[in-house]
């Protein structure tokens, strides 16, 4: 069974640099692209930043490039996001996801619980 579970979210002050985490199971982690997609309250779902199976490849939605890294550890199966300078606008849930295949280009098959990021002072 395909396993995505964030952590690190929470309540967090403008401009503050948290760092989220998705432990896997349950796939071969490293052949398959991941991504991070979010939901802001009362909002659809925002597609975040992808990376490839190998990690060395990574994309970005246009407001969050400069601020945000997405990472990989294969070695460990977990996904990261780290945030920085985050503003209010950034308050969501972020969910972890798995992609079919290689490619970020391909649907996104499995989804975490997803983690809430509160950005407010």
């Known amino acids: 069974e395909v396993q995505l579970v964030e952590s690190g979210g929470g309540l967090v002050q403008p401009g503050g640099s948290p760092r989220l985490s998705c432990t896997t199971s349950g796939f071969t982690f490293s052949n398959y692209a991941m991504s991070w997609v979010r939901q802001a309250p009362g909002e659809g779902l925002e597609w975040v930043s992808a990376?490839?199976?190998?990690?060395?490849?990574?994309t970005y939605v246009d407001s969050v490039k400069g601020r945000f890294t997405m990472s990989r550890d294969n070695a460990k199966n977990t996904l990261y996001l780290q945030m920085n300078s985050l503003q209010p606008d950034d308050t969501a849930v972020y969910y972890c996801?798995?992609?079919?295949?290689?490619?970020?280009?391909?649907?996104?098959?499995?989804w975490g619980q997803g983690t809430l990021v509160t950005v407010s002072s």
């Open positions: 990376i490839n199976p190998g990690g060395g490849t990574t």
């Open positions: 996801a798995k992609h079919y295949g290689e490619s970020w280009t391909n649907a996104l098959n499995a």
